[in-house]
Each structure stands twice: as C-alpha cells, then as structure tokens.
C-alpha cells in the first residue's frame, strides 16, 4: 500500500468539560475498510466529525491523501474526497432517488435554467451499475426500504466524488439481510479502490466487515488490529477494559414472593422486526433482575411492553398474580408499577413544566393531588418540594422548569418521583445514563434501599458494571432473547462481553428460574463505575 | 427490505387509487347530470345545464379565477420552500391599490401594473425578513401582513382621495382588442375564429338533417339523439368556450396561463425549483447538500410577492378602481387561494383547476339567483362552499411539505 488514505494525528476533541478525543492516532489504508469499534460515547462519532468537519479538532491535524487539511465545513470535506453517511439519512422522502443524488449538483441545460433530467438520470444509472447497486432511480425515497435509502446516500456521497467514506453506525437501522447486503456494497466499493470506515459498538460486524479494526475507549485509541488476526475475546477485552473499582454495599435479603412474571412476551417493533422473541422472565420481593445488553437488542421494546406502553404481540404480563397485559398505563401504575424511563427528557418530564407539575404526573387524576377534578397545589408543593429535597434536586425550588435543571438533576427528580409512589415493582430503564459519578452513586444507593424494602426492581442498562454490581440475578439480552441468566458475582466482565455479543455459553442457563440464594450473600469483588455498553440509537451525540 | 416496501407500495397505490375514482365518479355523475339537462329542459337540471354551458358563466369564472389563481401560485412556492405565507390577502390589497394609484399618476397601465407588483414584493420581503431572519412565528408574521395592507391601503386612498375608493382609471384591453389589432395575426385569428363558429354551426346542421331525415324510424331514432347531443357539446365546445369566452377575455386571464405554465416548469423542472422543493421537505438535506437554505426561502417568498402582486394588479385594473371599504375589493380571495393550493395538492395546475371550479360554482350560484329554479336564494348562496367540502372529501388528504412553517438554522452544532 502506498500513502494512507486518512491520517488522523493525535486528534484531541474537548468539549467544555469532557475530553471526548484524547490524542487519536488513526491510519485508513487505501482501498480497505476500517471499523472504528467502541461503546456509546467513546468518542467514536466525535472523531469521524472530525474528519468530516463539523467539528474543529482542539489539537491534532487532519491528513487526506498525504496531505494536511483543515476543515471547516463538510463541504471541504467532500471537495477533498471525503463523503460521510449520517446515521440519520439526509434525503428528501417524496423525490425520487435520482432527485435525491443530485440535489444541489444537478446538472443542467438551457443555459442552466432547467434541469438535465435524462443526464442526471443516465449518471445516476451509470454510477450504480458501477458499483453494483441495484437500486430504482424512479422510486421516491418514500417508497424504498430503509437499506435502499443508505445505498442512495452513498450514491450521493459518490456521486460528490466522495473517494472516503465515512458511514456512522450504519447497521443500527437495517435488518440482518439489510446488513449483508450492506457489507457486500462495502466491499465492492473498496474493490474498486474507495476506501471505508464505519463507526459500530458491535464486534462481529467488525470482524465480518473489516480489514482493521481500530478500538475507541474513552476517546483514546486503546489498539488497532487486523481483523484477520485477533479475536472476540481480544476485542471484547479491548473494548470493555480494566474497570475502576466502585464499592456498592449490597446486603444480603431475603427474596420473597415473586412480583412481577412475564411469560412469552413477543413485540415488534416498528420496523415489523421482532424485537423481544418470547422472552420469559420473574422478579421477586427485594430482587433486583438486570438486563444487560448492548443496545438494540429489544431493551427499549421489553421495557415498554411492561410498562403499557407499547402493546406485545404475544405473551403475559402479570404483577402479584394479575393479569395487567391488556391494562392501561393508568392502571399499570394504581397496580403499584413505578417506571424510570430511559429517555428522561422525552418520556420522563415535561421540559416545560415546572418541577411542581411534572412531581404530580402519572398521580394528577387521583387524591391526593385532585380533589373534584380540581388539582390541589398546595399539596402538589409539598409533595414536590419533598422529593427535591429528599432526592438533593438542584437547584432546590420546585417552581424551577424541569428544562432549566442540569440532566443529573433532572434524573434524581424523576427517580424520586416514581420512587416516592412507593411501588411494588419498579421498572428502571438506564436509570444512570448521562449522570455525573456523585449522582449515580445516589441513585444506586436508593435503588437498594428500595431493595431493602422488598420492592422488586428490573433493571435494564448498557452500563455494564452496574447491573454487575447491583444486580442479583442477571440476564443478558441478544437479539430480543436472554442468551443468558448468570449469577453477576460469578460472572467476568469478558464474559459477560462475549455473551452480550450473542455468543452463547456452551452450557446454557435456564432462563428466567434458579440462582435463588446465590450472589445475594456477597457483594461481587470488582466492578466499576464507567464503562458503557455501547448504544445503537443515540449515536452518542456527544 | 420486503414486507415494508410492499406496504408502502401498497399504501402510495391506494392513495392514488381513491383520487383516481374521485376523478372518474364525478366524471361519471357531470355526464348524467348534463344528459339528464339535456333530455329534459324544462327541469332544474335543464336550468343547470344550461348556465353551465353559456360563455358567460366560464368567463366570469376565469375572470373570478385571475387574483386567486395568482395568489395561490405565490403561496404554492413560499409554502414549498417551507415558509407558510397566509398574508396572500394582504399582498393582493397593498398590490390592488398600488397598481390603481400608479395608473391614475402616470397614466400608463403597464405602470401601474408593475407598480402593484413592486409594492406586494416589497411587503413579501418585509415578511421574508421578519421570519427568516427574525425567525418569527410565520402565521402571525402573515397575519401582519394582513392587517398591515388591509389598514394601509384604504388609509392611502382616503389621504389621497379623500374616501376609500380612488378614482377610476382605464382598464385593460381584452385579448380580442390586443389580438384582432395586430396587422397579420389579426387577419388570421379572424379567419379562425369564423372557420371555427362555421364548424360547430355545420355540426349542429348536420345533426339536425340527420335527425329530420330519420324522423319516424325507431331505432335509428335513439342512435340519432345521441349523435346530435355529441355534435352539440362539439358546438359548445368550439364555440362557446373557444371563441365566447376566450377571445373575450382579458389579458390577464392569459397572464394567468402563462404563470401557471411557468410555475410548474419552474417547480418541476428547474434547479430552482427542486431546492425550493427540498427546502420545505428536508432543508438539513438541502444544507448539506452545499444549498444555502435561507437564500433559497428568500427567492421563493418575495416569488409569492411578485405573483401575488400580478393578481391584485390585475383584479383593480380589470374593474379599473380600488374599492377599500370593509374587506377591501379582495375580499377573501388571498385565504381562498390558500384553499386552492391545498386543494390543488401545491402543484400549479391543481390549484388553477380547483380554482376555477370554485370560481365556476360561484359564477353559477350568481346566475342561479338571478332566475327562479325554486330554491332559496339563501340556500343557492351556500353551494360552491358545500360543493368544495364534498369535493375536498373525494380528493382526500393533502401533502404537506415537512418543514413546512419550521425555522431552519444552518449550523453544525
């Protein structure tokens, strides 16, 4: 190989706060395809902004084709060969796909008044025969698959001139058969001399797709591997890394009867994939079951279906014995359901309420808070000002808007809302994610407590340490099913790794039943505080 | 990639589908109706039948189409591109007087005309700042303008008329005066025109002769009124609307054409138009596609003011004089264009059709008051709106563009 396609030198990316790229060495070879692998938020999509110029990097310099650039928009970028494919498609849904490829470059006759259409039609036809493309230059965008619509973005980036590409997370949104199809493109593309890098937090699309692999971890490089000569367990290792110690008193109890039982659950989701595949699960009086996974793995769809509000397909959902499968959100929670939603901002709180209003959502139709169909406001202060002040909300005024506090606080008010409904079963989705260190500890801390006293608790997070260390009993999700239930304390985080990756252990678990006592007794000796498992949704909008 | 292109396949058909039986059912049921009419002229239908067929209803309703026609074009490309514009009924006010004041000054009407426009286009850009810019709300920035024009304008008459009605001035040539004038093309329009009423005269003779000489003969009979109905609608055709009304028009309705022809080549031919276009749907898309977004919105609103100003200048100068009491002599016509637009699905064609058949339903409910068919006047007044709710239902659902009304920053973080 000659000159490297991309040289990225000690890139460093800070953000006020956050070091998100911490002197980023990386080298793409010419005509390959290089996977840049880590988890959710470790700075993964940062790095590629850099190269693509949305971001100016704080240090470092930027090589393409031998030679060194700055960027200030991406249309340097793509003047310089570089084309990136967001994660988020950039078309325009009810124009067709050759529309959509040319826009802003069409080209033209009449002296430029009109458009070419039967040019552009003809090059969009030559470029995809090209590259063995089968895509309909007539379709609107409307009418194709989600895959189509990733193959007319390269299009377009290739259409630009584009001789890197940079595609972020691009197997996040398409089906498995979308995802081979996708890999194959890739590889025609570099046969043909483009070179290819793409973001992703899962390993074995790495390994299947890549030539190299280069693993983020907390914005530095932490090893760049051929793809032909390392291992899951080596990447995996990689990737997860050597974990600070986090202390989480876990005390013994005594588990009582079961709480919550789902049996059979099937959802799909809106894509018409299914997303939890009849999945089986019970938590018992003072348990916490934790999910584990990377993702997209049927998390978001599981959790919601338990909650109400997205309807299963198949399968029960019982709390102490009844059936709340066809119930309502409202009756999920006078049934005692408390509910930590992943996504605080857009399920959690209304950003433009205050903290007053938002402490009396889900309980704002019953006494004690309406009387008469009246709200009782003073009752509604109190009741808040007792969560911001039992809960260390700041600023400590519950007539702040929920939009006006920082995100840490904005989730302990949301936890302490649902906790304070004093529950039976709490359902608690991420419930740390985006949280500075000293609120994570207080939630984990009030999640025990709540343990203590008997509630059940499933917990669901990326966060791989912390189901570890708070968890009596684990499961891990892949691809909408427990690949396995494990004992948290026996269990390695390399292990853990490689079962989140969807390999199965070779003496399957039973899932859903046993570990009755064990790791109760013990608080697991290592574990951790930071480290994610990565997330297929956000892209880590850092 | 199956299941879910499949049904959305199937959803696009459908859509497309149910437009299409709208289309063919009122097709069906105006054929009856006009049959109907036909064999029995003495009825209602009959009545109907009859105005709907005369020149004068189809001019009046070109004439009645002209401003709101125009207007709806401008509010097509400012909506396209993602900037509502309800001020339409402002921009075709302030251009209304414009055009009339600038007339009586100079004397001159393509003056005034132009002048009409420049004052609608200004007020356009006002607007175009106040949202793009100033990002403000752009139903109430509308709105502004609105009421801004709708004070202004019969403000301006009253200081300089002394009341909210100017003076009249000279009103446009029809296209038969321009046309006919001319040396040549003249000559041979009139040789058309004559060639054309001797054809639909000579069907009609025919089909009488033939109905004369087969008279008696059963069969032969029926097959007979059906060729004479047939030769008459080719006579209506020919000459009623070819000769009657166009040849009579104004030549705003042939401006009217003209911009019509030109919007939808320029919206969907152009390079212009595809930004405009993608503005309205995904502007990110546009951006990244190196377009500049606000450049694009700003063209295709002060493009609503220039259109919108051709229709108010042209609606004064046709009647020859601003009339600013109340609602103003617009009265409306910038909110029903906006109906037309939506009506017409944002294409150019649509809205001039919709359009015209709401300007032919209102030409028809003025005829029919004026003769006695037996109905409340009140009840015939209400028609054209119950006409275009039903219509509306047929057509089903109008696609709004994405963006439309959303400010757009441009920016990468």
């Given at each position: 190989?000659?000159q490297?396609?991309?040289?990225?030198?000690?890139?460093t990316?800070?953000?006020?706060?956050?070091?998100a790229?911490?002197?980023?060495?990386?080298?793409?070879?010419?005509g390959?395809v290089?996977?840049?692998?880590?988890?959710?938020?470790?700075?993964?999509?940062?790095?590629?902004?850099?190269?693509?110029?949305?971001?100016?990097?704080?240090?470092?310099?930027?090589?393409?084709?031998?030679?060194?650039?700055?960027?200030?928009?991406?249309r340097?970028?793509i003047?310089?060969?570089?084309g990136?494919?967001?994660?988020?498609?950039?078309?325009?849904?009810?124009?067709?796909?050759?529309?959509?490829?040319?826009?802003?470059?069409e080209?033209?006759?009449f002296?430029?008044l009109?458009?070419?259409?039967?040019?552009?039609?003809?090059?969009?036809?030559?470029?995809?025969?090209?590259?063995?493309?089968?895509?309909?230059?007539d379709?609107?965008?409307?009418?194709?698959?989600v895959?189509v619509?990733?193959?007319?973005e390269?299009?377009?980036?290739?259409?630009?001139?584009a001789?890197?590409?940079?595609?972020?997370?691009?197997?996040a949104v398409?089906t498995p058969q979308?995802?081979?199809?996708?890999?194959?493109v890739?590889?025609?593309?570099?046969?043909q001399?483009?070179?290819?890098?793409f973001i992703?937090?899962k390993?074995g699309?790495?390994?299947?797709?890549?030539?190299?692999?280069?693993v983020?971890?907390?914005?530095?490089?932490?090893?760049?591997?051929a793809?032909?000569?390392?291992?899951?367990?080596?990447?995996?290792?990689?990737?997860?890394?050597?974990?600070?110690l986090?202390?989480?008193?876990?005390?013994?109890?005594?588990?009582?009867?079961?709480v919550?039982d789902?049996a059979g659950?099937?959802?799909t989701?809106?894509?018409g994939?299914?997303?939890?595949?009849?999945?089986s699960?019970?938590?018992?009086?003072?348990?916490?079951?934790?999910?584990?996974?990377?993702?997209?793995?049927?998390?978001?769809?599981l959790?919601?279906?338990?909650?109400?509000?997205?309807?299963?397909?198949d399968?029960?959902?019982?709390l102490?014995?009844?059936?709340?499968?066809?119930?309502?959100?409202r009756?999920?929670?006078e049934?005692?359901?408390?509910?930590?939603?992943?996504?605080?901002?857009?399920?959690?709180?209304v950003?433009?309420?205050?903290?007053?209003?938002?402490?009396?959502?889900?309980?704002?139709h019953?006494?004690p808070?309406?009387?008469?169909?009246?709200l009782?406001?003073?009752?509604?202060?109190?009741?808040?000002d007792?969560?911001?002040?039992?809960?260390?909300?700041r600023?400590?005024?519950?007539?702040?808007?929920?939009g006006?506090?920082?995100?840490?606080?904005?989730?302990?008010?949301?936890?302490?809302?649902?906790?304070?409904?004093d529950?039976?079963l709490?359902v608690?989705?991420?419930p740390?994610?985006?949280?500075?260190?000293?609120?994570?500890?207080?939630?984990?801390?009030?999640?025990l407590?709540?343990?203590?006293q008997?509630?059940?608790i499933?917990?669901?997070s990326?966060?791989?340490?912390?189901v570890q260390?708070?968890?009596?009993?684990?499961?891990?999700?892949?691809?909408g099913?427990?690949?396995?239930?494990?004992?948290?304390?026996?269990?390695?985080e390399?292990?853990?790794?490689?079962?989140?990756?969807?390999?199965?252990?070779?003496?399957?678990?039973d899932?859903?039943?046993?570990?009755?006592?064990?790791?109760?007794?013990?608080?697991?000796?290592?574990?951790t505080?930071?480290?994610g498992?990565?997330?297929?949704?956000?892209?880590?909008?850092? | 990639?199956?299941?879910?292109?499949?049904?959305?396949?199937?959803?696009?058909?459908?859509?497309?589908?149910?437009?299409?039986q709208?289309a063919?059912?009122?097709?069906v049921?105006?054929?009856?109706?006009?049959?109907?009419?036909?064999?029995?002229?003495?009825?209602i239908?009959?009545?109907?039948?009859?105005?709907?067929f005369?020149?004068?209803?189809?001019?009046?309703?070109?004439?009645?189409?002209v401003?709101?026609?125009?207007?709806a074009?401008?509010?097509?490309?400012?909506?396209?591109?993602?900037?509502?514009n309800?001020?339409l009924?402002?921009?075709?006010?302030?251009?209304?007087?414009?055009?009339i004041?600038?007339?009586?000054l100079?004397?001159?009407l393509?003056?005034?005309?132009?002048?009409?426009v420049v004052?609608?286009?200004?007020?356009?850009?006002?607007?175009?700042?106040?949202?793009?810019?100033?990002?403000?709300?752009?139903?109430?920035?509308?709105?502004?303008v609105?009421?801004?024009a709708?004070?202004?304008?019969?403000?301006?008459?009253?200081?300089?008329?002394?009341?909210p009605n100017?003076?009249?001035?000279?009103t446009?040539?029809?296209a038969?005066?321009?046309?006919?004038?001319?040396?040549v093309?003249?000559?041979?329009?009139?040789?058309?025109?004559?060639?054309?009423t001797g054809?639909?005269?000579?069907?009609?003779t025919?089909?009488?002769?033939?109905?004369?000489?087969?008279?008696?003969?059963?069969?032969?009979?029926?097959?007979?009124?059906?060729?004479?109905?047939?030769?008459?609608?080719v006579?209506?055709v020919?000459v009623?609307v070819l000769?009657?009304?166009l040849?009579?028009?104004?030549?705003?309705?042939?401006?009217?054409f003209?911009?019509?022809?030109?919007?939808?080549?320029?919206?969907?031919?152009?390079q212009f138009?595809?930004?405009v276009?993608?503005?309205?749907?995904?502007?990110?898309a546009?951006d990244?596609a190196?377009?500049?977004?606000?450049r694009v919105?700003y063209?295709?609103v002060?493009?609503?003011?220039?259109?919108?100003?051709?229709g108010?200048?042209a609606?004064?100068?046709?009647?020859?004089?601003?009339?600013?009491?109340?609602?103003?002599?617009?009265?409306?016509?910038?909110?029903?264009?906006?109906v037309?637009?939506?009506?017409?699905?944002?294409?150019p064609?649509?809205?001039?059709?919709s359009?015209?058949?709401?300007?032919?339903?209102d030409?028809?409910?003025?005829?029919?008051?004026?003769?006695?068919?037996?109905?409340?006047?009140?009840?015939?007044?209400?028609?054209p709106?119950?006409?275009?709710?039903?219509?509306?239902?047929?057509?089903?659902?109008t696609?709004?563009?994405?963006a439309?009304?959303?400010?757009?920053?441009?920016?990468?973080?």
């Amino acid at each position: 190989m000659s000159q490297p396609a991309v040289e990225l030198r000690e890139i460093t990316k800070r953000f006020p706060g956050v070091v998100a790229n911490d002197e980023v060495d990386l080298t793409v070879e010419r005509g390959s395809v290089h996977a840049l692998l880590g988890e959710n938020g470790a700075g993964k999509t940062t790095l590629m902004n850099v190269l693509y110029g949305l971001y100016e990097p704080t240090d470092g310099t930027v090589v393409v084709d031998g030679r060194e650039r700055g960027f200030d928009s991406p249309r340097d970028a793509i003047d310089a060969g570089v084309g990136m494919i967001h994660q988020h498609f950039m078309l325009v849904d009810p124009m067709t796909v050759t529309e959509n490829i040319t826009l802003g470059n069409e080209p033209r006759r009449f002296g430029g008044l009109a458009v070419d259409r039967e040019r552009a039609r003809r090059e969009v036809v030559e470029l995809s025969e090209r590259y063995g493309f089968d895509v309909d230059p007539d379709a609107r965008i409307e009418d194709v698959s989600v895959g189509v619509q990733q193959r007319v973005e390269i299009l377009k980036a290739l259409y630009r001139g584009a001789d890197v590409l940079v595609l972020d997370e691009p197997t996040a949104v398409l089906t498995p058969q979308e995802v081979e199809d996708l890999f194959a493109v890739l590889a025609e593309l570099t046969d043909q001399g483009k070179t290819v890098v793409f973001i992703t937090h899962k390993l074995g699309e790495a390994m299947t797709a890549a030539d190299r692999i280069t693993v983020l971890r907390d914005g530095r490089n932490v090893g760049s591997v051929a793809a032909d000569e390392t291992t899951r367990e080596e990447l995996a290792e990689l990737m997860v890394g050597r974990e600070v110690l986090l202390d989480v008193e876990r005390p013994a109890t005594d588990f009582g009867d079961e709480v919550l039982d789902v049996a059979g659950l099937t959802v799909t989701d809106e894509r018409g994939v299914r997303a939890v595949d009849d999945l089986s699960l019970s938590v018992r009086e003072g348990e916490i079951f934790g999910v584990a996974g990377v993702d997209g793995n049927g998390q978001r769809e599981l959790v919601e279906a338990i909650t109400g509000l997205v309807r299963p397909d198949d399968g029960t959902i019982r709390l102490e014995g009844a059936d709340l499968t066809d119930r309502s959100r409202r009756e999920r929670i006078e049934a005692g359901m408390s509910y930590v939603p992943e996504d605080r901002q857009e399920q959690g709180l209304v950003m433009a309420f205050a903290l007053v209003e938002n402490a009396i959502l889900g309980s704002q139709h019953a006494p004690p808070f309406a009387r008469d169909g009246r709200l009782d406001w003073d009752r509604a202060g109190e009741h808040a000002d007792s969560v911001v002040s039992e809960y260390d909300v700041r600023p400590p005024d519950a007539r702040t808007e929920a939009g006006d506090l920082s995100g840490g606080n904005q989730q302990k008010f949301v936890v302490g809302r649902e906790l304070e409904r004093d529950p039976t079963l709490l359902v608690a989705a991420h419930p740390t994610r985006g949280v500075d260190v000293g609120s994570i500890e207080f939630i984990h801390e009030r999640l025990l407590e709540l343990r203590a006293q008997g509630v059940g608790i499933l917990l669901v997070s990326s966060k791989l340490a912390e189901v570890q260390a708070l968890s009596d009993r684990l499961a891990v999700i892949y691809e909408g099913e427990f690949v396995d239930v494990v004992d948290p304390a026996d269990t390695t985080e390399e292990e853990l790794g490689l079962l989140m990756a969807g390999e199965r252990p070779d003496t399957t678990g039973d899932p859903g039943t046993d570990t009755a006592e064990r790791g109760a007794t013990e608080p697991p000796e290592e574990s951790t505080g930071e480290t994610g498992t990565a997330d297929g949704s956000g892209g880590g909008g850092e | 990639m199956s299941t879910l292109e499949r049904v959305r396949r199937r959803g696009a058909d459908l859509d497309l589908g149910r437009r299409g039986q709208a289309a063919v059912a009122s097709g069906v049921a105006f054929a009856a109706f006009t049959a109907l009419g036909l064999l029995f002229p003495g009825t209602i239908a009959g009545t109907l039948v009859d105005v709907i067929f005369s020149a004068g209803t189809l001019s009046s309703a070109l004439r009645l189409s002209v401003p709101i026609v125009l207007a709806a074009l401008g509010g097509i490309f400012a909506e396209k591109s993602g900037v509502i514009n309800i001020g339409l009924e402002g921009l075709l006010i302030i251009s209304a007087f414009g055009a009339i004041y600038a007339t009586d000054l100079t004397g001159n009407l393509w003056v005034g005309f132009g002048a009409g426009v420049v004052a609608s286009t200004l007020l356009a850009a006002l607007f175009a700042v106040v949202c793009i810019e100033f990002r403000a709300d752009q139903i109430i920035a509308g709105l502004a303008v609105w009421l801004i024009a709708l004070g202004l304008a019969p403000f301006a008459s009253q200081v300089i008329y002394g009341a909210p009605n100017t003076t009249s001035v000279r009103t446009p040539p029809s296209a038969a005066d321009v046309v006919l004038g001319l040396p040549v093309v003249g000559d041979v329009l009139r040789v058309l025109v004559s060639a054309a009423t001797g054809f639909g005269a000579a069907v009609v003779t025919v089909a009488t002769g033939l109905r004369n000489a087969t008279g008696g003969v059963p069969l032969a009979g029926l097959l007979v009124e059906a060729v004479v109905t047939v030769a008459g609608a080719v006579h209506y055709v020919v000459v009623v609307v070819l000769v009657g009304a166009l040849v009579e028009a104004n030549v705003v309705v042939y401006l009217t054409f003209l911009m019509v022809a030109l919007s939808w080549y320029g919206l969907y031919r152009t390079q212009f138009g595809r930004w405009v276009r993608a503005s309205g749907e995904n502007p990110r898309a546009l951006d990244t596609a190196g377009v500049d977004v606000s450049r694009v919105r700003y063209a295709a609103v002060l493009l609503s003011g220039v259109l919108s100003g051709m229709g108010g200048s042209a609606l004064s100068l046709t009647l020859g004089q601003f009339t600013g009491n109340g609602p103003t002599m617009v009265n409306g016509k910038g909110f029903i264009a906006i109906v037309a637009y939506l009506f017409g699905n944002y294409n150019p064609v649509g809205a001039f059709l919709s359009t015209l058949l709401f300007a032919g339903l209102d030409a028809l409910q003025i005829v029919l008051q004026l003769r006695d068919v037996g109905v409340p006047n009140q009840l015939i007044r209400v028609t054209p709106f119950v006409m275009v709710i039903v219509v509306l239902a047929l057509v089903g659902r109008t696609r709004i563009p994405s963006a439309a009304g959303e400010h757009y920053e441009s920016g990468e973080e």
